[in-house]
């Protein structure tokens, strides 16, 4: 077998064995035997476990990336406010579903790592979040204008609900249809969001909160709305 398609096999294989039984469960004696290659092929590949698990969350990241500017492509930023900033996060949400049901428990490598408190691979980990949320940012700000400061933080909870939300949906034993399910977090996400865009906003920065116009009484009977 040629060395690129050997360490596409390898990597392969690790990934399922690393998601469903653990970094500290699984031995390159395992890898090794799953991928029916001898240790020294295994190790010419990847010096090391670590090393391995590191590229294994290598790939992951760039799927995830990948899937995210993927979906945020077809969005349309001339189409006002309103709607493109609801087209950004109701593509972001989508775009974590989608990678969870298709990465499936490998997917918990990026997410749920039980590898976190190792420093390397938090920030191997954080450098995935980041690419990925780095582009959320720039286009929801893009559309929403807001400071970069707040929509980074807005970027890092809508990122946080999406990939809670669709690793509940993919584990769920009755779950709901993916695009049944991602449109209705879409909407409790963009729910909490649009009051914040631009075209939501006073002047001082404050959010608009639509009150009903009172009519003051003149007969001592209570005000009329």
């Given at each position: 077998m040629p060395r690129d398609e050997r360490r596409t096999q390898i990597l392969a294989l690790a990934r399922d064995l690393f998601a469903t039984e653990g970094y500290h469960h699984v031995s390159m004696d395992d890898i090794?035997?799953?991928a029916e290659v001898s240790?020294?092929?295994?190790?010419?590949?990847?010096?090391?476990k670590l090393d391995l698990y590191m590229a294994v969350i290598d790939q992951?990241?760039?799927?995830l990336v990948t899937a995210v500017e993927a979906a945020l492509a077809p969005?349309?930023?001339?189409?006002?406010?309103?709607?493109?900033?609801?087209?950004?996060?109701?593509?972001?949400?989508?775009?974590?579903?989608?990678f969870v049901a298709g990465a499936g428990e490998a997917s918990s490598l990026l997410f749920e790592s039980d590898l976190l408190k190792d420093p390397a691979i938090r920030e191997q980990i954080d450098l995935a979040a980041s690419s990925?949320?780095?582009?959320?940012s720039r286009v929801l700000q893009d559309v929403s204008g807001l400071?970069?400061?707040?929509?980074?933080?807005?970027?890092?909870g809508l990122t946080a609900m999406a990939r809670s939300a669709a690793t509940h949906h993919f584990r769920s034993t009755e779950p709901l249809d993916l695009e049944a399910a991602a449109d209705?977090?879409?909407?409790?996400?963009?729910?909490?969001?649009?009051?914040?865009?631009?075209?939501?906003?006073?002047?001082?920065?404050?959010?608009?909160?639509?009150?009903?116009?009172?009519t003051p009484p003149t007969d001592g009977s209570p005000p009329t709305t």
């Open positions: 090794a035997l799953r240790k020294p092929v295994l190790y010419r590949h990847f010096p090391s992951r990241g760039e799927d969005v349309d930023r001339d189409a006002g406010q309103q709607e493109s900033g609801r087209a950004v996060v109701k593509a972001v949400v989508r775009a974590y579903f989608d990925g949320s780095a582009h959320i400071p970069a400061a707040q929509t980074e933080l807005l970027v890092t209705l977090v879409g909407q409790l996400a963009w729910g909490g969001i649009a009051v914040l865009v631009r075209g939501n906003r006073v002047d001082d920065g404050a959010p608009r909160h639509s009150r009903p116009t009172t």
